[in-house]
């Protein structure tokens, strides 16, 4: 099982980037998918996630109205476009996947799977 992040990168304050996260190995629509980041110094914190289904999607209050996750099952992937992004939002955004029927998708404990991360540098 892998997943891999792409789409990181340098941009300004108030400009946009769209993370993708492609998996292997097995069938990603049947797994709840998530978006955390980690800072320097910082723990790594939750973004966003979409349920198997697609019927949750969550988003954590810093990002929300800004960043907009979505998955596409024919490809495997999910993505995390972010817009109006600040400097606050710089780190190393990971996408994790869970195949398990409980839990809380905000809780980095509950995913399986990770990915290996993408450097996300906003200057100001």
């Known amino acids: 099982v892998q997943l891999v992040e792409s789409g990181g990168g340098l941009v300004q304050a108030g400009g946009s980037l769209r993370l993708s996260c492609a998996g292997s190995?097995?069938?990603?629509?049947?797994?709840?998918m998530g978006w955390f980041r980690q800072a320097p110094g910082e723990e790594r914190e939750f973004v966003s996630a979409?349920?198997?289904?697609?019927?949750?999607?969550d988003y954590a209050d810093s990002v929300k109205g800004r960043f907009t996750i979505s998955r596409d099952i024919t490809k495997n992937t999910i993505y995390l476009q972010m817009n109006s992004l600040k400097p606050e939002d710089t780190a190393v955004y990971y996408c994790?996947?869970?195949?398990?029927?409980?839990?809380?998708?905000?809780?980095?404990?509950?995913?399986?799977?990770w990915g290996q991360g993408t450097q996300v540098t906003v200057s100001s």
């Open positions: 190995g097995r069938t990603f629509s049947s797994a709840n």
């Open positions: 979409v349920s198997r289904r697609g019927g949750t999607i």
């Open positions: 994790a996947a869970d195949f398990g029927y409980s839990g809380d998708l905000r809780s980095a404990t509950k995913y399986e799977y």
